[in-house]
């Protein structure tokens, strides 16, 4: 179980009380980060299929679906994104691009980033949802959980 708390409770936001912080237990919550994954794409399924109930339109829906995963991560994976792109942006040797990773601020080319990934995402997720509520539903959930087992993998 100390895996399974390890994962949600660095994953996500969910209230999960972590006892252990140590390199067993992040080994083992890794290998659960996909069932964390799991939780956080049904969320967002839930919660695009519950506007699509509601009549609001696959665009909101998307939208929506997007900003679950979001909100259940804190951000994270959007800030490692946009410190990444900020890093390689800059045109600096390895060093300097490392330093600017690190900065708790966001330039230029990680707001640019950002926006264009998530557009991108919406965009995606309202074809899909206009083909159906699964195909929307099933995306949102098999990207969350193959972007957990990234780190499983990794």
């Known amino acids: 179980m100390d895996g399974i708390r390890f994962a949600f409770g660095t994953l996500t936001v ?10 067993g237990a992040a ?6 980060a996909p069932l964390a994954g799991l939780v956080v794409g049904g ?9 699509l ?3 609001s339109g696959p665009l909101l829906a998307a939208v ?11 951000g994270l994976h959007l800030d490692g994104l946009a410190d990444v792109a900020d890093g390689l942006g800059s045109a600096k040797p390895a060093e300097d691009a490392l330093r600017i990773m690190k900065q708790s601020d966001i330039g230029p080319f990680g707001v640019l ?3 264009f990934v998530l557009l991108g995402q919406v965009a995606a997720l309202a074809e899909l949802y206009a ?20 780190l499983t993998l990794a």
Do not use: E, K, N
């Open 14 to 23: 969910l209230p999960v009380r972590v006892t252990r912080w140590d390199r």
């Open 27 to 32: 080994r083992s919550g890794m290998l659960w």
């Open 43 to 51: 969320c967002a399924a839930a919660v695009g299929g519950a506007l």
């Open 53 to 55: 109930l509601l009549d």
């Open 64 to 74: 929506a679906t997007a900003a679950v995963p979001a909100a259940l991560t804190r």
């Open 113 to 115: 980033t950002l926006v």
């Open 131 to 150: 083909a159906g509520w699964a195909r929307g539903a099933l995306a949102a959930t098999a990207a969350a959980v193959t972007a957990r087992l990234a």
